[in-house]
C-alpha cells in the first residue's frame, strides 16, 4: 500500500522554478506568461463581456440619471449650488497657463511689441468677440440696455455689453500697453439666476437717501470699502435728474449696480499704482443681470486703466467687488480679483 | 558559518564509551581514583585545559536589532518604500513650486506611523517571548560535592572538571555527566532528557551499549531523587549530553513561517501589479506629453496609492483574535504567525507521555484464578467493575496483598471529596495506580491495613526484585501472620509452589503455569506493566504473636508461597485522543508517534488511540501472523511501522526517507533528541509542514526545528515552553486540533479580508488615473483614500475574522502550501478585475452626478484640468455659462470626493458581503457574524462622521453632502451582490469548471 499523500511529498514540478523566460514563453506547454492561447483567449473574452457588461450598467444609470437633468438651467442653483451667491471676480489679461499655470503677473516691456501684444491681443479677441457675438446673435435676443431705458435681462433675453466707449482702451492702442499705461478687463462671475441687491432701499423696498448713507457706512465698516466709493455712489446717485419719467426704475437700476474698486494691495503698492480710471463706468449695470443661459449672452466687464504705474517695479493689484450681497473676501477670492503689474 | 558547523556535529547522536570500559581503565585514563578522586593539581590542569563546567550562553540579539526586524518586516518594507517615495514626491513638488500640497507630506508620514506602531506591536509581542537560554541555566546546579585526593570538599558546580569524583545523594542535581562507581538504591528523573517520568536506578554496572539506556550513567541537570551515589566525571559543560541539547536548540533556525511566506508572496504579487501599473502611467504620462517630472511624481503617486495602508494591521489584529481565541481553547500562541501555522500542518509528530496518555498509571487489567479480568473504571470515575469477580476468592487475595504490600499513602490534607483518581499519592507510580484501584474497588484501602497491621517489611531492590511485608491479622485472635510479597511475575512464580485458580489453591503445575505465560505475553503484549503478587499466611503455631521479624536476615519463609495472580497497569490513553487523533486523520494531517519509550508499551498506545488503525499491521505483526520469520515478509505489504531509535540510528538520510513515505502510520520509539529532530527534518524536506509536541528538554530542539513546536503547559520544561510556538495549556492532544481547526479558519478568513481590502484599491487609485489620462478634476483625494484604509475598511476587514467556516474544514487535505496560496491570481483578478472595477464605475457615477448637478457634465470635464487646476483662474466656466472661482470649484471637488468616498463605503457593503463566502450561498452562510453587522453599520457611522461633522471641510477637506448623493451607488451595491452571487453560484455547479479555474480563490 502507498501512502496516499506520497504523491504529495513527491518533488514539486520545477517549472515555477526555472525563471522568468519561461515564464514569458514556455515552449514545453506552449504557454505565454502561464497560459495556453485558448486559456488566453477565454480569459480575455470573459473581461471584454464584463467590461462591456458594466460599461451599459453604467451608461444606463447615467441615462436614468441624465433624464433629470434640464440643459436649460443647472439643477442646483445659487446657494443650492456649491457656486454660491457671492460671485467671483475675474480679469484679463491672464499669464500663459502652459508656462506659469499658477501665476498672476502681467509683465511686459513697453515699446517692445513681441511682448505687450501677448497682454493686448488677449483683451482684443475677448472685447471682439463680444462684439461680434452682438452682431450675431444680437436681432434676436440682446437688446441695448441703459440705465434708463427700462430695458432688462429677461428669461430670454440679454443686454449687449457695449464696446464702443472704452476711450483709450482699445486695440488701436493695444489697450495702452504700448504705452505703459495697461487697461486690464475685469469681469465679474457669471451665476445662473444671481442679481445684485441694491443700496438705500429699506425691508419695504422704499428707497431713502439715509438708508443708502447707512448702507453704504455698513459696508464701509464690514467689508471695507473705500470711501470714495461711497462718494462716488453719493454723487452718481445724485447726478440723477428727478425729473425724468422713470426717475425710479433709473435709480435702481444705477444702485444695482455691481461697484468695482481696484487699488494696490499694500500701502506701497497704492503709492506705486498711481491713477486709476474705469471705463465705461465705475461697476458692472445691474440690467445684466440676472444671468438665465440667455442665448447670446455677453459676460459685461468693465477695463480699468492703470494711468501712470510705476514702472520697473512689482504693484500688486486688487479689486473688489461691492454690492449689497457681495462681499469680497479675499481668501476665497470671492468678489475679489488680484494680479501683479510689471512694466519694465 | 562555524555556527552552522557546530549545529551540525550536534545533531550528530552523542557519543559515550566511558561507560563501556573497564573501570580500571577509565580510571587510568582520566587519571583519577574511584576512592580519591583527583589530585588537586590535576584538577588544576584539567580545570584549565577544559575550561568550567557551565553551559556557554548563546550570542543573544540586541533588543534594537530586533526591533528593527520587526519594524522592517515584508510588510513594513512595502510602507517604508511607500512613505520615502511620498517624501521624494513632495522634495519634487515642493521644490518647484511654493504652493505645492502637502497630501504627500501628509501621506509619507501616516505610512510611517502606521509602520512603526505595528512594528512596535509585534516586536512586543515577540520580545514576550525568546530568552531560550535563559531558562536552561536553571537546569545547572549551583554546587557540587567532590572528592579530591581524598578529601570532601563543596565546590561551585563550574569548578568541576573531567575525572573528578562527585558525590550525590537524594535531592541534588547531577552537576556534570558522570560514571556511577558506587550506588545506594540510586535513583535518577531523567524525564527532562528521555521523557520518561518514571524515576529510574541507577547502579555501577552497564547494562547497555546505549549511554542513555544503561545504569551506570547519570546526566548533568537530572536529578537524584532517592538514594546516594558516586561518579566519575566523564563530560561537562557544553559538552555533556543536555550540554548539546542546549547548544542545538539555540543554534537551530525554526526559519519562515508558512505565513510569512505567503504574504511575502503577496507583496511581491502587489507589488508587481503596482510597478507595471506605474511604469505603464509613466509611459502614458510621456505620451501625452507631461513634463517628466510630473510623470515622476505620478509613477510614485500610484506605487504609493496601491499600497494598502491597513492590511497589515488586519492581518496583526485578525491573528491576535485568533490567538485570542485559541488561549480560550486552552492553546496559548506565543508567536503570532504560529496561528496559522498549525492549520497548514500536515504532519504532527507527538510525544507520547502526557500529550496522548494521561501521564498516570492506572491498573488496567487483573490475572486471577486463571483469567484476564478488564479492570473498568466506570464512566465517573468513582468505582472500578471487574466482571463478576468481585466475590472470587483469589480476588479477595489479591486485593488484600494489593493494599498491604505497598508503601504509598495519599497524601495528607485531602478530603474525601477529591475524586480517587485526582488525589496526590506518596509512592512510586505503579504503588500509586495499585493503591488508587483498591481505594475505587474495595472503597477503603486504609481499613485493609487497619486490619492487617504491618509488622515487618522489605522494601524492593534492584537484584531481587521483589517488595515483601509482613502482617498481623486483627480479625482473628489466633495470632495468624500474613506473608504478602509482590514484584516482577517470573521472579514471584519462582518463589511460589502453589497458586490460586478457579478450584482454589492448588500445587504449581504445568496447565496453570502455562496459564501464567499466556497472560503475562498477552499483558505485555499490550504495552502494560505486570506484577506478580503471592502470599502466605504463617502458621501461628511456629510464628505466634510477637515474632521478631528480622528483615536484615529473613527469620521467615521466602519461598513455597501461594501464587495469587497479576496486577497490570498502563499510562492509559486520554478519552479524547482517539477522536482527535481520526480528526487528524480525516483532516490528512498524519500523526506520527516519536517517544523515548518502548516500543511495545509506544505500539500498544498506537493502536489504542489509533495512530495505527486497527486494520493495519506492522511487518512484525504480519510475520506473527503467518508464523514465518520477519525476513520473509516484503515491507511494502506493511503500511504501519513501528522503529526502533537503535534501527533509525543504522537507517541513511534516503532510507529514512522511505519509511517516511511508504508507511502511512509510524511510531518511532525509543528516541533520543537528536532522532527527533532528524525525523522532522526529514519530514520537512519531503515539503511536509510539521507540527512537534514535547514536554521534555529532550523535545526542545525537535521543537524549536519544527515549522510550528507545541509545548505542554502543565507537565512541560520551561526550556521546552520556551522552544515552541505554541503551549497547550491542558497538556491535551485533542486541543492541538482544534488548533488545527482554527489555523485553517484563519487562512481562509484572511484570504476573505485580504479580497475585500484590496478590491476598494480599484476604485481608489482610478480616480487618479483619470486625472491624468483624460484631465479631469480628481474624483478622490489621498486623504479621503486614508479614511478608507485606515478608517472604514478596517472593522469590516477584522470582522471577516469571526466568519464561521463554510464548509467542514476537518474533512479536507491540509492546503499545499505550493499551489493553495493565501493570495492566488484569481483573488487578484476578482478583486481588482471584477468587483474592484464595479466599484470605481459606481464612483465614478457618483462623481459625474454631482459634477453634472452642479453644472459641470462630463464631456465638458475632458480636458478641463490644467484650468481647473490653476490658482490664477478664479473665473471658470462650467456647461451652464456659469464662471466657478477656484475656490468654489475645489469645494465642489472636494463634496465629489466626499461622495466617492462614501460611494465606495456603500459599495464595499457589498463586497464585505460577498467576502463572507467563497463558494456558497450567502443564502446559506447567512448574516450570523454580528462584529461584521457591526462593522456594516461602523463604517457607515464613520463615512456620515467625516462628512457632516463641522470641520472636517478644515481638517479633512469633506464636505457634508446631500442625502441623495447617497443613493446613487445603491445600484453597484446591488450589482456586486447578484454579480457575484451568480459566479459563485457557477462554481458549485459545475466543479473544476472555468469559472472555478478562473475565479476560485
Known amino acids: ?24 514563453y514556455n515552449t514545453k506547454d506552449g504557454t505565454v506568461m502561464g497560459r495556453t492561447g485558448s486559456s488566453w483567449g477565454k480569459i480575455i473574452l470573459f473581461y471584454i463581456i464584463f467590461y462591456a457588461g458594466l460599461a451599459s450598467f453604467f451608461c444606463l444609470n447615467f441615462y436614468i440619471f441624465y433624464l433629470t437633468l434640464n440643459m436649460d438651467e443647472p439643477k442646483f442653483q445659487l446657494d443650492e449650488s456649491l457656486i454660491g451667491t457671492n460671485p467671483g471676480l475675474g480679469f484679463r489679461p491672464m499669464p500663459d497657463p502652459d508656462r506659469s499655470p499658477d501665476s498672476t503677473l502681467i509683465w511686459f516691456r513697453r515699446n517692445v511689441p513681441s511682448d505687450y501684444l501677448f497682454w493686448s491681443k488677449q483683451l482684443e479677441v475677448f472685447v471682439d468677440e463680444t462684439d461680434t457675438g452682438k452682431k450675431d446673435a444680437g436681432s434676436v435676443n440682446l437688446q441695448a440696455c441703459t440705465l434708463d431705458n427700462d430695458k432688462r435681462a429677461t428669461s430670454i433675453t440679454a443686454c449687449q455689453v457695449k464696446v464702443d466707449n472704452l476711450e483709450y482702451c482699445n486695440k488701436n492702442n493695444a489697450f495702452g500697453f504700448s504705452r505703459g499705461e495697461p487697461c486690464i478687463l475685469i469681469k465679474l462671475n457669471k451665476i445662473y439666476g444671481w442679481v445684485p441687491e441694491p443700496y438705500g432701499f429699506d425691508e419695504r423696498d422704499r428707497f431713502s437717501e439715509a438708508q443708502l448713507r447707512d448702507d453704504l457706512d455698513k459696508e464701509i465698516r464690514e467689508k471695507h470699502m473705500p470711501v470714495d466709493l461711497k462718494y462716488h455712489i453719493l454723487n452718481e446717485t445724485r447726478g440723477l435728474d428727478p425729473n425724468t419719467k422713470n426717475f425710479d426704475s433709473h435709480r435702481r437700476m444705477l444702485l444695482s449696480t455691481v461697484w468695482i474698486n481696484c487699488d494696490g494691495e499694500n500701502v506701497a503698492d497704492t503709492e506705486n499704482i498711481g491713477q486709476i480710471n474705469y471705463y465705461p463706468f465705475r461697476g458692472i449695470a445691474g440690467y445684466y443681470f440676472p444671468f438665465l443661459k440667455q442665448q447670446g449672452y455677453q459676460s459685461p466687464f468693465i477695463l480699468v486703466e492703470l494711468k501712470n504705474p510705476m514702472p520697473g517695479v512689482v504693484i500688486n493689484v486688487e479689486c473688489k467687488a461691492f454690492a449689497r450681497n457681495v462681499k469680497p473676501d479675499r481668501l476665497a477670492r470671492l468678489a475679489t480679483t488680484h494680479f501683479e503689474i510689471l512694466i519694465d | 558559518m562555524g555556527k552552522k558547523k557546530d549545529v551540525a556535529s550536534l545533531k550528530g547522536d552523542i557519543e559515550i564509551t566511558e561507560h563501556t570500559l573497564p573501570l580500571d581503565d577509565l580510571c587510568r585514563q582520566l587519571r583519577t581514583c574511584p576512592l580519591k578522586g583527583l589530585s588537586h593539581a590535576w584538577a588544576k590542569v584539567m580545570s584549565e585545559k577544559e575550561g568550567p563546567n557551565r553551559l556557554t550562553p548563546p550570542k543573544t540579539t540586541p533588543q534594537w536589532v530586533i526591533f528593527i526586524r520587526n519594524v522592517f518586516s515584508y510588510f513594513g518594507i512595502l510602507l517604508w518604500i511607500g512613505a520615502i517615495l511620498c517624501f521624494i514626491a513632495y522634495a519634487i513638488q515642493a521644490s518647484s513650486s511654493e504652493t505645492a500640497s502637502k497630501d504627500n507630506l501628509w501621506l509619507g508620514l501616516v505610512l510611517t506611523i502606521v509602520v512603526l506602531i505595528t512594528g512596535i506591536f509585534s516586536f512586543y509581542q515577540e520580545s514576550k517571548s525568546s530568552a531560550i537560554m535563559e531558562s536552561f541555566k536553571d537546569l545547572v546546579p549551583q554546587y557540587a560535592r567532590v572528592i579530591r585526593e581524598g578529601q570532601r570538599l563543596t565546590l561551585k558546580a563550574e569548578e568541576v572538571t573531567i575525572g573528578d569524583l562527585v558525590e550525590v545523594q537524594l535531592g541534588d542535581r547531577i552537576p556534570a555527566d558522570i560514571r556511577i562507581v558506587e550506588a545506594k538504591s540510586f535513583k535518577v528523573d531523567n524525564s527532562s532528557l528521555t521523557g520518561e517520568s518514571e524515576a529510574q536506578s541507577r547502579g555501577p554496572d552497564c547494562t547497555n551499549e546505549n549511554p542513555l539506556e544503561t545504569k551506570n550513567l547519570a546526566f548533568f541537570s537530572t536529578n537524584a531523587v532517592e538514594g546516594t551515589a558516586k561518579g566519575i566525571v566523564i563530560r561537562i559543560g557544553d559538552n555533556t549530553v543536555m550540554g548539546r541539547i542546549a547548544g ?15 504574504i511575502a508572496h503577496f507583496i511581491h504579487i502587489i507589488t508587481v501589479v503596482a510597478f507595471g501599473l506605474a511604469l505603464a502611467l509613466l509611459a502614458a504620462a510621456i505620451a501625452l506629453r507631461y513634463h517628466w517630472l510630473d510623470g515622476v511624481i505620478f509613477f510614485i503617486g500610484i506605487i504609493v496609492a496601491w499600497v494598502p495602508e491597513g492590511l497589515l494591521a488586519t492581518v496583526t489584529v485578525c491573528l491576535t483574535l485568533t490567538a485570542k481565541r485559541m488561549a480560550k481553547k486552552n492553546c496559548l500562541v506565543k508567536n503570532l504567525e504560529a496561528v496559522e501555522t ?35 473504571l466506570n464512566d465517573d470515575c468513582t468505582s472500578v467493575g471487574v466482571a463478576g469477580y468481585n466475590k472470587r476468592d483469589g480476588y479477595q487475595k489479591l486485593v488484600r496483598i494489593a493494599a498491604l504490600c505497598s508503601t504509598a499513602e495519599f497524601k495528607g490534607g485531602q478530603d474525601s471529596s477529591v475524586p480517587v483518581m485526582k488525589r496526590d499519592v506518596a509512592g512510586d507510580a505503579s504503588e500509586a495506580a495499585i493503591l488508587k484501584f483498591v481505594e475505587l474497588a474495595e472503597g477503603s484501602a486504609a481499613k485493609i491495613r487497619e486490619r492487617f497491621p504491618k509488622i515487618c517489611e522489605i522494601p524492593f531492590n534492584s537484584s531481587d526484585k521483589f517488595q515483601l511485608s509482613i502482617h498481623a491479622n486483627n480479625m482473628t485472635d489466633k495470632g495468624c501472620h500474613l506473608l504478602v510479597m509482590k514484584g516482577a511475575p517470573e521472579r514471584i512464580l519462582e518463589r511460589c509452589s502453589t497458586i490460586m485458580t478457579n478450584q482454589g489453591e492448588v500445587a ?11 497472560a503475562y505475553l498477552e499483558l505485555g503484549s499490550l504495552g502494560e506493566r505486570v506484577l506478580g503478587f503471592c502470599d502466605l499466611p504463617l502458621p501461628s503455631c511456629d510464628y505466634p504473636i510477637g515474632y521478631n521479624f528480622n528483615s536484615e536476615e529473613p527469620n521467615f519463609p521466602l519461598t513455597e508461597l501461594r501464587f495469587v495472580g497479576l496486577i497490570s497497569m498502563l499510562d492509559p490513553p486520554r478519552p479524547t485522543v482517539p477522536d482527535a487523533v481520526a480528526k487528524c486523520r480525516s483532516a490528512g494531517v498524519r500523526v506520527i508517534m516519536v517517544t523515548g519509550d518502548h516500543p511495545i508499551t509506544a505500539k500498544a498506545i498506537a493502536k489504542s488511540v489509533g495512530i495505527i488503525s486497527p486494520e493495519n499491521e506492522t511487518i512484525e505483526d504480519i510475520a506473527n501472523r503467518l508464523g514465518v520469520p520477519l525476513s520473509e515478509v516484503s515491507p511494502e505489504s506493511a503500511s504501519a511501522a513501528v522503529v526502533h531509535g537503535g534501527e533509525l540510528k543504522e537507517l541513511s538520510e534516503t532510507e529514512l526517507d522511505n519509511v517516511l513515505r511508504n508507511y502511512s502510520e509510524i511510531v518511532f520509539a525509543r528516541t533520543s533528541p537528536q532522532q527527533k529532530l532528524q525525523i522532522v527534518e526529514a519530514l520537512q524536506k519531503q515539503g511536509a509542514i510539521v507540527a512537534v509536541t514535547g514536554d521534555g528538554v529532550n523535545d526542545s530542539p525537535a521543537l524549536k526545528k519544527a515549522d510550528i513546536g507545541v509545548a505542554m503547559g502543565i507537565t512541560g520544561s520551561d526550556v521546552s515552553k520556551q522552544a515552541a510556538d505554541m503551549i497547550l495549556l491542558d497538556d491535551n492532544f485533542s486541543t492541538i486540533v482544534a488548533g488545527v481547526e482554527e489555523g485553517r479558519l484563519i487562512f481562509d478568513n484572511l484570504k476573505k479580508s485580504i479580497a475585500y481590502t484590496l478590491t476598494s484599491k480599484i476604485p481608489e487609485v482610478s480616480p487618479f488615473l483619470f486625472f491624468i489620462l483624460f484631465d479631469i478634476p480628481l474624483a478622490l483625494g489621498s486623504v479621503t483614500i486614508l479614511c478608507i484604509d485606515l478608517g472604514t475598511d478596517m472593522v469590516p476587514a477584522i470582522s471577516l475574522a469571526y466568519e464561521k467556516s463554510e464548509s467542514d474544514i476537518m474533512l479536507r487535505s491540509p492546503r499545499d502550501p505550493k499551489r493553495d496560496r493565501l493570495v492566488n491570481e484569481r483573488l487578484i483578478s476578482v478583486a481588482y478585475g471584477q468587483v474592484g472595477m464595479i466599484q470605481a464605475v459606481a464612483g465614478f457615477f457618483v462623481y459625474f452626478i454631482i459634477m453634472a448637478e452642479n453644472g459641470f457634465l462630463p464631456q465638458d470635464l475632458y480636458g478641463i484640468r490644467p484650468r481647473w487646476e490653476s490658482r490664477a483662474v478664479n473665473d471658470l466656466e462650467d456647461s451652464y455659462g456659469q464662471e466657478w472661482t477656484y475656490v468654489a470649484r475645489k469645494k465642489l471637488e472636494y463634496t465629489c470626493h466626499t461622495a466617492f468616498f462614501v460611494a465606495i463605503v456603500i459599495v464595499q457593503w457589498a463586497d464585505v458581503i460577498i467576502c463572507k463566502t ?31 461633522t463641522p470641520g472636517m471641510d478644515v481638517a479633512l477637506r469633506m464636505q457634508p453632502l446631500k442625502f441623495v448623493w447617497w443613493l446613487p451607488p445603491l445600484p453597484f451595491a446591488v450589482l456586486i451582490m447578484l454579480y457575484d452571487e451568480v459566479r459563485r453560484w457557477l462554481i458549485r455547479r459545475q466543479p473544476g469548471g472555468w469559472v472555478e479555474m478562473e475565479t476560485y480563490y
Open chain 1, 1 to 24: 500500500m502507498v501512502d496516499p499523500k506520497s504523491k504529495k511529498y513527491s518533488s514539486p514540478s520545477k517549472s515555477a522554478n526555472n525563471g522568468f523566460k519561461e515564464f514569458l
Open chain 2, 918 to 948: 467563497r463558494r456558497l450561498s450567502l443564502w446559506d452562510q447567512g448574516m450570523g457574524n454580528w462584529v461584521l453587522n457591526f462593522g456594516l453599520v461602523f463604517e457607515t457611522a464613520v463615512a456620515a462622521f467625516l462628512s457632516y
Open chain 2, 508 to 518: 504449581m503445575n504445568d496447565k496453570a503455569l502455562d496459564a501464567f505465560h499466556d
Open chain 2, 248 to 262: 542545538l536548540v539555540s543554534g537551530l533556525d525554526s526559519g519562515e513561517t508558512p505565513i510569512a511566506k505567503e
Open chain 2, 342 to 376: 498549525l492549520g497548514s500542518t500536515s504532519a504532527i509528530c507527538s510525544d507520547k507521555t502526557g500529550t496522548l496518555t494521561q501521564n498516570r498509571m492506572t491498573v488496567s487489567h487483573l490475572w486471577v484464578e486463571g483469567g484476564i479480568v478488564d479492570a473498568k
